[in-house]
């Protein structure tokens, strides 16, 4: 082997060495380490970015902003009512019959006295089938009296049956005694004697029996009298209802006060039942209001109430609550405590406010309409210029102030009116 084939051997061996020398792998690749860094980059910016969005500001002018001041003191759990004077009573006139107007009497308005005529409804099938009605119990009534005729007519003749079967008797009582002391005296014979005696038992008999048969004919005509009387009763009183039902197609006033919600028009029609008025009785007036359905659990009968009127202040009370909702409000009526006041009249508005519980001392925030922005979960609160979101527990509310249960202290200043503007701000500069 020359040198420099040792040469080469040498360095192949060598190159071999090297060749199977253990290559350690990197746990992270260059390409791995950068996807992983671009991604904490965008976290952070994202993080960064909504750090930014909490923190940035809106300058608000103080003089189109409400700022009220936090402040410690009674709150009155009242609500202020718009309500309406309506009678303490008042009378629905409507019609039995439908049918359409064929006079009219009174107007809308009118004072009127219990039975007077307000208007006359004409319903040619309506009077078609009364008069049917009334022919027919008339005919009823007719056969029914005749009934009671032939039974008072049978009666007479068994009178007068037992009268002559009476008379008889007595005849042949009279000759069978005079026969008897003839018939011993040997005056008659004994034939005479027995025809004495058999007439005498033959009256007797046959009185016994019509006796006993105006007995049973007098249970059975008392029964059928009884069902006669009945039935004429029943056809009188129907008689009665068909003529009542003649006249209240003239409709007249219930009871005697003043007519309302009374527009009638010659032709107009009017189904049965159908309310054509109201008549209001003048004997004092109550308040009717709608009530914000928020109140619905709090307003019940017997609460308080109270509202002025020129220039006096007049005590309520609750006497009906109606839960029905309707347009996010349910009705209250209330009554004065005492006698109406003198002037009321149907129809008038008066304030009125309805106490729901006793006063207690709370802290008080001045109504506003950042509680439509917030839904009083949270509130701007002024600080030397800048306002910051803070979160609140709101309570109670009447018609000037909520009640602050947390969140806020006394001397507060907070932004009470619309956050429309700037309510996705974190701070507001206020200048």
Do not use: H
């Amino acid at each position: 082997m020359s040198f420099g084939t040792s040469l080469v051997i040498k360095e192949t061996e060598q190159y071999n060495r090297t060749m199977d020398k253990k290559i350690e792998k990197k746990r992270f690749s260059t390409k791995t380490l950068m996807m992983i860094g671009g991604a904490v980059v965008f976290v952070a910016i994202v993080l960064y970015g909504y750090t930014l969005s909490l923190k940035k500001t809106y300058s608000a002018d103080v003089e189109k902003l409400t700022i009220s001041k936090v402040q410690y003191g009674d709150f009155e759990d009242v609500v202020l009512l718009n309500a309406s004077v309506v009678p303490l009573t008042s009378v629905i006139v409507s019609s039995a019959e439908g049918g359409t107007v064929a006079e009219i009497f009174t107007e809308n308005g009118a004072s009127v006295v219990k039975g007077t005529p307000l208007l006359r409804i004409a319903n040619s099938n309506a009077m078609l089938g009364y008069t049917s009605q009334q022919t027919a119990a008339t005919e009823q009534i007719n056969q029914l009296r005749k009934s009671r005729l032939d039974l008072e007519q049978n009666q007479r003749i068994l009178n007068q049956d037992v009268l002559d079967v009476e008379n008889n008797l007595r005849t042949a009582t009279r000759q069978y005694r005079l026969d008897s002391t003839l018939y011993i005296k040997k005056v008659i014979t004994l034939q005479e004697f027995n025809k004495s005696v058999q007439d005498y038992e033959y009256y007797q008999g046959k009185l016994k029996i019509v006796r006993q048969a105006i007995k049973q004919e007098n249970q059975s005509r008392r029964m059928q009298l009884s069902q006669i009387d009945q039935s004429m009763n029943q056809m009188n009183e129907s008689l009665e209802m068909i003529r009542k039902n003649i006249e209240n197609m003239t409709i007249k006033a219930p009871v005697s006060g003043k007519l309302s919600s009374y527009d009638p028009v010659t032709g107009k029609s009017y189904n049965s039942n159908e309310m054509i008025g109201k008549i209001d009785v003048l004997q004092g007036y109550k308040l009717q209001a709608g009530v914000d359905e928020y109140y619905i659990n709090r307003v019940k009968e017997g609460q308080t109430a109270s509202c002025e009127f020129n220039g006096k202040t007049y005590n309520l009370m609750v006497s009906k609550v109606i839960p029905e909702v309707t347009a996010g409000q349910f009705q209250v009526e209330m009554v004065f405590k005492g006698p109406s006041p003198d002037g009321l009249r149907r129809g008038l508005s008066l304030q009125t406010k309805l106490t729901l519980s006793d006063n207690s001392k709370s802290l008080l925030l001045a109504q506003g309409q950042f509680f439509q922005s917030t839904g009083g979960s949270w509130v701007f609160v002024v600080n030397n210029g800048k306002a910051t979101k803070k979160n609140v527990k709101i309570g109670r509310k009447n018609y000037l102030y909520y009640e602050i249960l947390d969140g806020l202290a006394k001397g507060d200043e907070v932004i009470t009116s619309s956050y429309d503007q700037f309510n996705q701000y974190g701070i507001a500069i206020v200048y």
